[in-house]
């Protein structure tokens, strides 16, 4: 079974910067795309970045030249460097295995959150 166990999260003044880590367990890392999403309370889980197997990343429009998506197959690790954080950021911050079509296939983890004070 596939297993998730995100890290890196805390508290930070706007301007300031985490690098989020996302451990995964299981054979399949190295061959699907992983993504970091973000969800605040009332609201539902949304798509921050992508990477592809092949590290090909994708950002949502938010985040774009702000945060980076990176992986290391041998590690079986995915990261998300955050940079220039915004209390609009504030959020907890979990992520996936994707299939094909891009939909996260992997029960959720416990998830890190991110607090940013202005």
């Known amino acids: 079974q596939v297993q998730l166990v995100e890290s890196g999260g805390g508290l930070v003044q706007a301007g300031g910067s985490l690098r989020l880590s996302c451990v995964v367990s299981?054979?399949?890392?190295?061959?699907?795309?992983m993504a970091w999403y973000r969800q605040t309370p009332g609201k539902q889980r949304e798509l921050v970045a992508s990477?592809?197997?092949?590290?090909?990343?994708n950002y949502r429009n938010s985040v774009k030249g702000r945060f980076t998506i990176s992986r290391d197959n041998a590690k079986n690790t995915v990261y998300l460097q955050m940079n220039n954080l915004s209390p609009e950021d504030t959020a907890v911050y979990y992520c996936?295995?994707?299939?094909?079509?891009?939909?996260?296939?992997?029960?959720w983890g416990q998830g890190t959150q991110v607090t940013v004070s202005s």
């Open positions: 990477i592809a197997s092949g590290g090909r990343p």
């Open positions: 299981g054979s399949i890392f190295s061959s699907n795309a």
């Open positions: 996936n295995v994707l299939n094909r079509l891009g939909t996260p296939i992997t029960s």
